[in-house]
């Protein structure tokens, strides 16, 4: 990492970024990216940057979009932001600009439009409703409740082994 980018990071109080497993207790581990300036090719390079936030109310799953602040000292060695808030829920993204909700690149307004159309023309009833889809955590598929652990045997295969 560069060295203007350890002292951008470090002078940001407040960081967005994606939360990820973390095997510490009432810790989220948060993976901030940014763009920063290549000065020999004048290129901005996407690098990243891994903190370890404290969240004392289990609020962050992985996945979440979530907005970091700097504590005034540091709890651990580690831990030197908070968990603020949960700006997105894993799967409930928003576009800023026309406030509409997401799934992946593309509107879920326009997906449901399309389907409906194919459905006219196929007179078939399937496809996926959001509208009527349970909240994310709310049936027991929902792997992202369980606790992670270390793996030390690479042949276990488990979504829960970090």
């Given at each position: 990492?560069?060295?203007?980018?350890?002292?951008?990071?470090?002078?940001?109080?407040?960081?967005?970024?994606?939360?990820?497993?973390?095997?510490?207790?009432?810790?989220?581990?948060?993976?901030?990216?940014?763009?920063?300036?290549?000065?020999?090719?004048?290129?901005?390079?996407?690098?990243?940057?891994?903190?370890?936030?404290?969240?004392?109310?289990?609020?962050?799953?992985?996945?979440?979009?979530?907005?970091?602040?700097?504590?005034?000292?540091?709890?651990?060695?580690?831990?030197?932001?908070?968990?603020?808030?949960?700006?997105?829920?894993?799967?409930d993204i928003v576009d800023p600009v026309s406030g509409r909700r997401t799934v992946g690149n593309q509107y879920r307004d326009l997906m449901e439009y399309r389907e409906e159309l194919y459905r006219k023309l196929t007179d078939s009833s399937q496809g996926f409703d959001y509208s009527s889809a349970p909240p994310r955590g709310s049936t027991d598929k929902d792997k992202t409740y369980r606790e992670t652990y270390q793996k030390y045997d690479a042949r276990i295969k488990d979504d829960y082994a970090v």
């Open positions: 990492m560069s060295m203007a980018l350890r002292q951008v990071v470090r002078a940001s109080s407040l960081l967005i970024g994606q939360c990820h497993p973390s095997l510490v207790r009432d810790t989220a581990r948060v993976i901030v990216s940014r763009l920063v300036l290549d000065d020999y090719f004048m290129v901005h390079i996407p690098e990243k940057e891994v903190f370890y936030a404290y969240d004392p109310k289990n609020q962050c799953k992985p996945g979440d979009v979530v907005l970091i602040e700097q504590l005034p000292e540091r709890k651990t060695k580690k831990i030197t932001h908070q968990v603020k808030e949960v700006i997105f829920p894993c799967g």
